[in-house]
């Protein structure tokens, strides 16, 4: 999966140093369990997200979308100070496959729930949230390990999934444009509210228990393509966009489907993507509750 990359966080204070940094428990993270998390600017906006699992008691794997690696580790580093932890770029040190359907359980031994991890031989797998009903996991292994036995799976499929698994990976088009809970990340496992500080914390803990929260993301469907960072206008305020494109996959139906995040009066029919009389946007339902319907 060229679109993603490494991380490594080493040495014995890792832990800590990502627990003061992202929206995430990593100070109670054991080895069978992973953590989706955020990195966010004081004003609480994303800059990144992130897959994290321990390798060793003393090695975190952060995996990112490559194209925001750079500037995330650059930031990252620089609130290391006196902590016993180096952050590099691994990308190259890992081979990223994804796992769906029913090889998920032949190569997993099992199907598992979402952030659930397990090790095999020199390889970790993480289980993610389904698409579509179909289980998908992310198996990570040193660069060179043989790939898991099954057939190839082409690579336009597992990024459909990724968006109908309704789980938005930000990306470069859409930093610092949402807090968390516009990606529905505090219904999906992204969010710890029972955690230490970390930056934006105070302004995820407002949204969340102030009722200031006025966008969620939804699952769409569109005719033609749309581009990830893309405007979404609804017909009866054409002067004001009302929400953003998250994450676009071309469908094996046709058209494309995306991830959006959207003002949650907006939420509806006649949407349109790009300009108030573009592309139009269809909503489906979310594949997960919400957390305020749990």
Known sequence: MPHLGVIRVEGEDAASF?????????????????????????????????IGFKRSGTEILLVCSRDLLAATLKRLSMFVLRAKARLTDATADFALLGIAGDAVASVA???????AKADLGAACIVHLYPADGQ????????????APDGAALDPALWLWGEVRSGIATLSAPVVDAFVPQMLNYESVGGVNFKKGCYPGQEVVARSQFRGTLKRRAYVGHASAPVAVGAEIFHTSDPEQPCGTVVQAATSPTGGVDAIVSLQIAAAGDALRVGTPDGVPLTLGPLPYALLEDL
């Open 18 to 50: 990502l627990q003061g940094q992202l929206t995430q428990d990593f100070a109670l993270l054991t080895p069978q369990q992973a953590r989706l998390a955020a990195y966010l600017t004081a004003k609480g906006r994303m800059q990144a997200s992130f």
């Open 109 to 115: 031994g099992g199907t598992q729930p979402a952030w």
């Open 135 to 146: 289980p998908r996991a992310l198996w990570v292994a040193p660069a060179g390990t043989p």
